[in-house]
């Protein structure tokens, strides 16, 4: 899994598994689509305006946790300009 950022566009994506298949980009909302392949298979969860999602609760940090072993990482997401 591997969860990125590009502030110029305020995109992030979600990647959940490497696109080997061919994949429909859904449309949930308007700071929300999907990739989803044929066999329901999710590759992607892809977040517009995301400094207002990811800033929502936490304090402008994204946190990890662990929930088998209780360890929680926050990593701090860099502020507006």
């Not at 590009?6 to 980009?25: F, G, I, M, S």
Request: charged share 30%; proline share 4%.
């Amino acid at each position: 899994m591997k969860l990125t950022y590009d502030p110029r566009y305020n995109v992030a994506y979600l990647r959940l598994h490497e696109k080997t298949a061919q994949v429909e980009t859904i449309r949930i909302s308007d700071e929300l689509n999907v990739d989803l392949a044929p066999d329901g298979t999710v590759y992607g969860i892809e977040l517009l305006n995301a400094n207002e999602q990811l800033r929502a609760t936490d304090g402008g940090a994204l946190v990890v946790i662990n929930e088998a072993i209780g360890d929680r990482r926050e990593i701090p997401l860099s502020k507006e300009d």
